[in-house]
DNA sequence: CGGTGTCATGACATCGGTGTCATTAGTTCA
DNA sequence: TGAACTAATGACACCGATGTCATGACACCG
């Protein structure tokens, strides 16, 4: 491979010069520059970022960590691709900026982390992004105080810049979607409480209720009790579940499902029951999981999780932090996502009364 | 940062002592080589892999071109994500290696290829693959005579090394199970002509016939006239093309749809016509997409593209080229994947006459 | 006891760029 | 016209590793 010095020699001028031609940071006869760049292709000479980076002590390079590459395909129980999507977003933010992304995938054993993080000292990286696959806290091994570091879709206790989607207010505006569509008894299947996002989420269905001076009825919250799977016995939690608030004395027009997979399940098991959606019972999702939300008959109204944003996000704020322009923040960025209304959702033509279960009798 | 000379300082010897503490290359004291340590954990010192690499002119790097970050999430025409799962199967294979991978999307622009090889020749990557979203052809820009390149999923004029999926084998293998479970009258509904992999597969189709004596009819072979979209023309055309081949005078026992994702919307359209699966008609795709195979009721036979397999053998060839252990294959490398089984497949009790149409009459 | 070999270590050059400073030529202005 | 300045270029050191060669201390052998 053609160095600067073969270059050089080739234009008949110093190697200074040709660096002066190619960082374009010092004035240069015209003449002379065309000497040098016709050696340059005549070469096809490429400069090495490795002495570059030696000289400058600054590589251009970030890391990333995530578990993205390895683990979507094989999970089933998951409601997406959410760390690939926010990948997505940071390779897409960092491409403006001109640095090189290294990725580095985990494999999903966390045990790795350590080791991957050291190679990317090794290669001194500017920065470091962790993206975890749903919201959540970790624990990571300290990183040298040189190397900034930013959370996607988690945070630690450590109080490392992070950002997070706004769990709180999604749920809040889909269920605010729901009433606006005149639903008052509003039923929510979450998923496991141990998850942030339920906690959040749970919150955020509660306000919106209250904020419309709906009485929240402890009988509509379900909580999953175990993480709904694809066999036949999650099936049957599923449809236990669903069967005990649409026998409630006053059932819900409509349910909300911890994510848009579980409304795919229901959907399957509603239809086998003889329920049609969403003329007999109104149903939602969460994620924005496009392949289900838009596949589904009838489409299905969903909160999305903005990852794409959250990686564009995380990606700012690291670059901000290298150049030293942004301050770090002290408590993490929400990043908000929008209501994607879909078909599965009956628009009550007039208030229904609490005591109205007009339509429920088909079950 | 601290570098070499500070650890030597701190420990009192050589930078060159240190040196060979840290790679084992020359025999060094006990004593010294436990100051050396001492000083390496206490100053957190960790080798710059820049340095090293400009020393070397080794970078350990090796590049990865692929659309699989930025273009899977979205395009819901697709059949799995089959590059991603390709990129997981390199990078699986590159951990083994000690080398470091440096991933790069082209965000669906193939145009941005010259300058992403352009980055990765200024890190001088000594290797490079390419990954293609589907079996095709491609043409890439010419790369440094130096650095070696593998194609995955693809390949191109310049009798590039390519890694490719054994399609004829794999529907071979899938009709010649349908044969195995008593069917005689197999209709094809194909993907698109233009694709090589549908070229492959009805050869496949047609040999494992020919090879049990069952004549071919070309009124079973369907090519798509269009990519099967979402929206309510596709289902239509996918409808009208399973209406053609059941309203046959000897209508099929099974139907091989081009991929999972066909097959997935024929259930929801057989089924909204009163068709039942797999009693009145059976089912198989192709692409062995776990998500919709798994997920599907009856869960669907298909044959598996081996993906992960792909991207493991791309990644032994080029480090073999790299290493100079392995020469170049001058013919694709061509791997083949199982069938995958499922409950959308009747077994057919005795074989069944040409004349036979039992069961048909449903319809 | 001197010659030869091995062990352990260090001095120094080198990889390919770029920052610093020096140098030369040409230009401007008092 | 000479001092001061700018434009264009080069010499040289340096970034942080490692390969090569040299050196000093022992051990072994005849």
């Known amino acids: 491979m053609a160095t600067i010095y073969d270059v050089a020699r080739v234009a008949g001028v110093s190697p200074k010069t040709v660096s002066r031609v190619l960082n374009g940071d010092a004035p240069v006869k015209k003449h002379t520059k065309e000497a040098v760049n016709k050696a340059i292709a005549e070469l096809g000479y490429v400069p090495s970022t490795a002495a570059r980076a030696m000289r400058s ?20 129980e998951n409601s997406g691709l959410p760390d690939l999507y926010i990948v997505q977003g940071i390779q897409r933010a960092m491409e403006a900026s001109g640095k090189t992304l290294l990725i580095a995938d985990t494999g999903g054993k966390m045990n790795r982390v350590p080791q991957l993080i050291r190679t990317f000292e090794e290669h001194r990286v500017e920065g470091l992004i962790y993206v975890a696959d749903h919201h959540r806290e ?11 570091m930013v959370l996607a879709n988690c945070f630690d206790q450590k109080g490392t810049p992070s950002v997070l989607p706004n769990d709180y207010q999604g749920q809040f505006n889909l269920v605010n979607s729901l009433i606006a569509k005149g639903h008052r008894r509003i039923a929510y299947l979450a998923l496991s409480r141990q998850l942030e996002a339920t906690k959040l989420r749970v919150a955020g269905y509660k306000d919106a209720l209250a904020a419309v001076g709906i009485k929240f009825d402890p009988a509509l919250l379900v909580p999953a009790e175990v993480d709904v799977s694809e066999d036949d016995a999650g099936v049957q939690l599923l449809w236990d579940a669903i069967d005990r608030v649409l026998s409630l004395p006053e059932p819900p027009t409509v349910i909300c499902f911890g994510n848009d997979r579980m409304a795919m399940r229901a959907y399957g098991i ?15 999702g969460y994620d924005g999981h496009r392949l289900i939300t838009d596949t589904l008959y009838p489409t299905l109204t969903s909160a999305e999780l903005p990852y794409a944003a959250i990686g564009i996000r995380a990606t700012e704020l690291l670059l901000g932090m290298i150049n030293g322009t942004a301050d770090v923040p002290t408590k993490p960025i929400l990043v908000g996502g929008p209501v994607t209304p879909g078909n599965s959702v009956k628009d009550l033509p007039s208030p229904i009364t609490h005591l109205s279960s007009i339509g429920r009798t088909t079950l």
């Open 57 to 76: 002590n600054k590589s251009g390079l970030v890391g990333l960590i995530t578990g993205a590459i390895s683990l979507s395909p094989n999970r089933s």
């Open 138 to 148: 970790v624990s990571l091994p300290p990183v040298s105080s040189t190397t900034k």
């Open 270 to 284: 509603l239809r086998s029951r003889g329920v049609a959606l969403p003329d007999d019972l109104s149903v939602a």
